[in-house]
């Protein structure tokens, strides 16, 4: 792939380009908590946007997606917003740079990847992560903090892409560290790593190949139900929320916003005793949490859909130790963490069950935890 995108980017632009990369990324449990000032569990993976890149001095940045085949350049004014929607992540971060009041010039740049789109692998955060991170070196001289990067990424979904979303996907892809899991805190913002070798497991991953779009998706309308319990109860997040304070308040509130915060406040506590099962190296612990998780979010979160389900299902007929949805949900990929000797039987029998009804297979992804975003060359 490197090759690839630098000899487009020679053929194009005729220059020597540096070659950025950042990662997307797993999460092991926590899902929906970020925007909820809740804890996740996240890690980045060795799928990733590469991009080839370099100053042209002029004031518009030309960019060319070697995977879209398409070309785009745009100015860096508020009102020069680009039409195509992945141009819009590149526009989106060199913008929440300079709101900042980092520096931004013209550049060309030729990018590409690996990372499935629309799994629920966050490809998206990996496209912003890796420019932001790029844009830092190239014009910023390295001062704006790796933190402020993944804000930078955050910002750009919400002002640019219509999506609301927490800080998980662009921290994991900021911040990842090969063969280590991240705990965030995402209300005081700190973290752990933690090594993660599960010794006689697998974790591999399953796509429905089902798409999800979270603009104007259900997603923001979640964030909404969320926002509107902890207003009901006076306080600022859900983190500071517990099933005695909610139940109270159980005939003042929806029946369906009542679900959501329900499972809001059980997963918070699912991260930190898979963090604690981990650090034990009780791998059957951190599955059994998986499935409470996939349980709240298809029954309580309502942000499933059939085929996933199927594929929970599947998994917990073949005894496999855990199995989730994972990301945002409304498609994309469960998560599943499988015993070495249970692993072939599981992949067969996925694969053959969901193709008889559904008539597609899925996609089947091993990933390893990886760095995060890191500059090539
Ligand atoms: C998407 C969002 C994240 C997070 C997850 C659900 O990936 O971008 O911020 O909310 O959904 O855990």
Not at 155 to 166: D, I, L, M, Q
Not at 224 to 232: F, L, T, W
Not at 250 to 274: C, P, T
Not at 342 to 365: L, N, R, W
Request: charged residues 25%; hydrophobic residues 35%; contains cysteine.
């Amino acid at each position: 792939m490197n090759d690839k995108i630098i000899k487009e980017f020679k053929d194009r632009f005729h220059q020597e380009p540096s070659l950025y990369a950042s990662a997307g990324r797993i999460n092991l449990i926590g899902e929906h908590t970020d925007y909820n000032g809740g804890f996740v569990f996240p890690g980045a993976i060795d799928k990733v946007i590469m991009a080839a890149i370099k100053p042209n001095g002029l004031d518009k940045v030309r960019v060319y997606s070697v995977d879209i085949k398409e070309y785009v350049e745009f100015g860096l004014e508020e009102s020069d917003v680009p039409a195509q929607s992945w141009a819009r992540y590149i526009f989106g971060v060199c913008r929440e740079i300079i709101k900042r009041e980092g520096i931004v010039l013209g550049f060309d740049a030729v990018f590409g990847g690996n990372v499935p789109l629309g799994a629920g692998l966050s490809s998206s955060a990996a496209l912003e992560s890796c420019f932001a991170f790029a844009l830092n070196d190239l014009f910023n001289n390295n001062s704006i903090g790796k933190f402020e990067l993944a804000r930078i990424g955050q910002s750009t979904e919400h002002n640019y892409c219509g999506v609301n979303c927490g800080i998980m996907d662009q921290f994991a892809s900021v911040m990842g560290k090969k063969g280590q899991l991240m705990c965030l805190d995402c209300r005081s913002m700190e973290y752990e790593y933690h090594p993660f070798d599960p010794q006689g497991y697998k974790l591999v991953l399953i796509d429905s190949v089902v798409k999800h779009e979270l603009a104007d998706s259900p997603y923001n309308k979640r964030r909404q139900s969320c926002e509107r319990v902890a207003a009901h109860l006076g306080i600022d997040t859900l983190r500071d929320a517990t099933m005695e304070m909610l139940d109270a308040a159980k005939s003042e509130i929806s029946a369906e916003d009542y679900s959501r915060a329900k499972f809001v406040i059980e997963e918070k506590d699912r991260v930190l005793a898979v963090c604690a099962a981990l650090d034990a190296g009780d791998y059957e612990t951190v599955g059994r949490k998986m499935y409470e998780t996939h349980e709240g979010l298809s029954k309580d979160y309502e942000v499933s859909c059939e085929e996933l389900d199927y594929l929970n299902d599947i998994a917990r007929q073949c005894g496999v130790s855990g199995s989730r949805i994972m990301g945002g949900g409304f498609g994309g990929c469960t998560i599943n963490l499988v015993k070495d000797e249970q692993y072939d039987d599981f992949i067969a029998t996925a694969k053959e069950k969901f193709a008889s009804k559904y008539g597609h297979e899925p996609k089947i992804y091993h990933v390893n935890i990886s760095d995060g975003a890191h500059k090539i060359q």
